[in-house]
């Protein structure tokens, strides 16, 4: 029987999983692809930390290099993470003709372009299923399944972490700080969780999928990003009051106008499948002008979770090698034009506003005169509490309207003397 040699790069929380899932698995991929699995090398700075898994101590080094270059090696899977000593050694065996894996989405979204174009000078190949929704095999879906279609939209719930603590937030009507800190403790959250509840992670991930689906490269600023940090209680409890659920959400869309990538909070219709995905649980959703819309559910983290992907990526380099292919699943291109890249001031959105507003006669007539001169319409009105002379909740849901009219309202708005703080805006989607 054949053999591939594997050179693994990082040893950590999915790299000891990867190890796991060969040992327990092996002989399972074997009999299936036809060709046996051999770890050869594994590459970490920490040879002495118990990650829950035996190994031959023969197999460690701290040489990343040595392993790359050692002839015995015909894959690396890179597990090291960041877009430092990473990309060096991505690129290092992508120039030796070495099919690279990976599961480090931050490394593609800011030099996807130049590592395909890498890959397909070597004529070599890059495969990163791990890089987004764990061990949803979304990423295949694009490449392959999905392949006869255009891609209208791709919606996902794409970051474990915010999503947990949106759900906890709301079943359990806490602050935001306060489930943070519960999640820091439970292992859901990092102790810095900037990347996360900033929305950077999800943006990384939404910016690969953009990449699978329109065939290029986007860059870092082609996506608008918002976080969750500091999100009300009160918001939660008020798009609930209204059908609604509230979902860190990343957007790719593709209409007249070009490209668009966007992360932000936002308000989901109850009914719709994902206003159901709660907890550490990602869903992305697919809409294909051909197949029409499909959804891919699961673990979006984990050490099992994204060692089942990566292995994934390396039946797919056995398959391969056994059937003397290269680059059998094309990658994305050179960089979109900007030609391509839709402006987020142009895009038409539907929001849920909450002012603290003046409680005094004629105070909502003013703001609606704003909203109105700035052609943004309003569907409905709530106003839960009542006080004289001071300043109150309303929440406005308004009509469809251009990104940019909202923001140059919201800048006329707050500067009025009948607003007590800054307006809350949270996005909705239809999904009609």
């Given amino acids: 029987m054949k053999e ?4 693994l790069l990082g040893f950590g929380t999915v790299g000891a999983g990867v190890v796991e899932g060969l040992q327990r698995n092996g002989a399972l991929l074997a009999e299936r692809l036809g060709v046996r699995l051999v770890l050869r090398k594994i590459a970490d700075l920490d040879l002495d930390t118990d990650r829950g898994v035996a190994v031959d101590r023969a197999l460690l080094t701290r040489d990343a290099g040595a392993v790359i270059r050692d002839p015995a090696v015909d894959v690396i899977i890179e597990l ?28 593609l979204a800011e030099y996807g372009a130049e590592l395909f174009a890498a890959a397909a000078a070597a004529g070599t190949t890059l495969h ?9 095999p979304v990423i295949k879906a694009l490449r392959e399944g999905l392949v006869a279609n255009h891609i209208k939209s791709i919606y996902g719930i794409l970051n474990g972490t915010c999503n947990y603590i949106l759900t906890r937030m709301e079943r359990e009507k806490l602050p935001f700080d306060a489930v943070l800190k519960a999640a820091q403790a439970a292992g859901y959250a990092e102790a810095e969780p900037s990347l996360d509840i900033d929305g950077h992670d999800t943006a990384h991930k939404a910016l690969v999928l953009a990449s699978l689906a329109y065939g290029c490269a986007l860059p870092l600023t082609a996506a608008h990003v918002e976080g969750i940090r500091g999100l009300a209680a009160e918001d939660i409890s008020d798009a609930l009051e209204m059908g609604y659920r509230i979902k860190l959400l990343g957007i790719v869309k593709r209409g007249p106008a070009g490209i668009s990538v966007r992360v932000h909070p936002t308000l989901v219709p109850l009914n719709h499948m994902l206003a159901a995905v709660d907890g550490v649980f990602n869903a992305i959703l697919v809409d294909g002008d051909i197949v029409g819309q499909t959804l891919y559910f699961g673990r979006g983290a984990g050490r099992q979770a994204t060692a089942s ?22 990658l994305p291109g050179p960089a979109c034009a900007a030609a391509q890249l839709q402006t987020t001031g142009a895009e ?19 703001v609606a005169q704003v909203l109105g001169e700035h052609q943004i319409s309003i569907a409905s009105v709530m106003q839960k509490e009542s006080s004289v002379g001071h300043h ?27 607003i007590g703080a800054p307006t809350v805006r949270l996005r909705i989607e239809d999904f009609a």
């Fill in 309 to 330: 992907a990566v292995l994934s990526d390396l039946a797919d380099v056995a398959r391969d090698r056994a059937a003397g292919s290269q680059q059998r699943i094309a």
């Fill in 392 to 418: 109150v909740p309303v929440v406005i849901v308004t009509h469809q309207a251009p990104e940019s009219a909202f923001q140059q309202a919201f800048a006329q708005i707050d500067r009025m003397d009948i």
């Fill in 128 to 136: 990163f299923e791990a890089s987004v929704g764990g061990g949803i």
């Fill in 4 to 7: 591939l040699g594997i050179g």
């Fill in 80 to 107: 090291i993470g960041g877009t430092g000593v990473a990309k060096k050694f991505v690129l290092e065996a992508l120039q030796l003709g070495k099919p690279v894996i990976t599961a480090n989405k931050k490394l």
């Fill in 348 to 366: 038409p959105v539907r929001c849920y506003l909450r002012l603290a507003l003046l409680d005094k006669p004629g105070m909502l007539a003013r």
